[in-house]
């Protein structure tokens, strides 16, 4: 594993003030696995002030946690001292937190086995108290100490206990997982947008079809109870069709909920609090999924002028996949010319919106007699209409011609 220089020297920076430093968590997780770490996080006997006077340049993200921001080379890195949590009185965070002088401790408060393994970059050694090297060999997600009690402290852990096996591919250990089942109502306490993220790496997975588990856990019927049939009917056509699918969220979001109406999505979407764009591109997608696609090009000029080409090419997608798991060659071949002749559409330039077309409402008012007001947006949507029939039409003086007619 090729470990950032600006790691090595934050270390060798601390430890040669007298502090203990390691990388730790995710990193080292990901590192056992010979994947590559998305960030890299350390972790530090020295107090929050002690890491800022050993650098020159630190923000103080989440100081009274212990966690100072280094920055060099204009990167960012998240150094935090030893910790151990206080009591955590609302499922969520822990009211008080501690800093401790030993690392044992700190790899103690981490949620699972495989993410409490800190790595000492210098010696090439692993503290290792919880086993977690084991439990990674054997694709397993394991609570640190007893997992009842560590999903009463923080209950976002069971979201991402199934978003870690959607993610590494691992199973969850037995008892782990019956705590799951016990708490799932705990999950009340967690708000909507820190579910919704777990849920969103999930679904965006290697292994997606895992989110049987949240059914199987109940965890669904708190955030997400619409899909549940979708997920525990569908599985199999979830796996096939997502290991093809793009890794967007709203096309995924869009093939789950294809076959619900339009409008509901967006409210459910809204409840999660997706982002504008998001929920619209996704219900567009879901509102045109059972639109009566006709091949040729008219046809499909018609629907780019109606939902764009990423929606269309969305919904031709999410059809796509659906009908080549059900073996519908047919429907299948005729969704993969459309999809050829939008392609064609835009190599070729032809106009399929209005702000394309080679007149404007001011053509039409001075040269139809009697054209104003509201009758100028009929003609223009006549005029594209007949664009849209025949792109060689799209002239100022052929339309006009046209028009009159
Ligand atoms: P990812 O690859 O998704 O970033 P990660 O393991 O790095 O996975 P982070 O959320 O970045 O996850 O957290 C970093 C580390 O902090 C974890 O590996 C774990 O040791 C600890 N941690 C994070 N969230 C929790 C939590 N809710 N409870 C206990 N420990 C946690
Ligand atoms: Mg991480």
Redesign the pocket.
């Known amino acids: 594993m090729n470990i950032p220089e600006e790691v090595k020297e934050i270390i060798q920076t601390l430890n040669i003030n007298g502090h203990e430093a390691y990388i ?7 590192k056992i696995l010979s994947k590559a ?3 890299w ?1 350390i972790t530090t006997s020295a107090l929050p002030e002690q890491i800022k006077s050993c650098f020159s340049h630190t923000v103080d993200t989440g100081i009274e946690h212990g966690t100072v921001t280094v920055i060099i080379n204009k990167n960012n890195f998240e150094v935090t001292t030893y910790r151990i ?1 206080g009591d955590y009185g609302d499922n969520r965070h822990p009211d008080s937190v501690k800093f401790t002088s030993d690392i044992t401790e700190d ?1 103690s ?4 086995t ?3 393994i800190a790595y000492d970059i210098t010696n090439d050694t692993y503290i290792d108290p919880f086993n977690g090297h084991c439990d990674i060999k054997n694709k397993i997600i394991r609570a ?1 100490g007893d997992a009842d009690t ?1 999903f009463n ?2 209950a ?2 069971m979201m ?1 206990a199934i ?2 096996s959607a ?1 590494l591919g691992f199973d969850i250990e037995e008892k782990t997982y019956l705590a799951i089942k016990k708490n799932f109502l705990l999950i009340k306490n967690i708000s909507i947008e820190r579910i919704r993220d777990e849920f969103l ?1 999930l679904i965006l997975s290697d292994v997606p079809e895992k989110a049987v588990l949240l059914c199987d856990t109940s965890l669904i019927d708190h955030f997400l109870p619409e899909l549940k049939e979708v997920f525990l009917a569908e599985s199999e056509l979830i796996k096939y069709s997502f290991d093809k699918l793009e890794k967007s969220i709203a096309l995924r979001i869009a093939f789950l909920f294809r076959k619900f109406d339009d409008k509901a999505v967006s409210l459910i979407l809204k409840r999660m609090r997706f982002d504008n764009n998001t929920i619209k591109e996704a219900a567009t997608a879901v509102k045109f999924y059972d639109y009566p696609l006709k091949e040729g090009y008219y046809e499909t000029r018609k629907v780019l002028s109606m939902i764009g080409v990423k929606s269309f090419k969305a919904v031709l997608n999410i059809r796509f996949l659906e009908n080549a798991f059900n073996k519908d060659l047919i429907e299948c071949k005729k969704l993969d010319n459309i999809y050829d002749e939008i392609d064609d559409i835009i190599k070729r330039n032809d106009c399929f919106e209005l702000k394309d077309l080679c007149i404007n409402g001011e053509d039409i008012k001075k040269n139809i007699d009697g054209a104003n007001g509201r009758v100028i947006g009929e003609y223009l949507k006549k005029a594209l209409d007949i664009v849209m029939k025949d792109p060689t039409k799209n002239e100022k003086n052929i339309l006009i011609e046209e028009l009159k007619r």
């Open positions: 730790v968590g995710g990193c080292v997780r990901d770490p998305k960030d996080d949590d790899l408060r981490r949620d699972f495989m993410n409490a640190v560590r402290e923080d976002l852990r991402r978003r870690f993610q790496k």
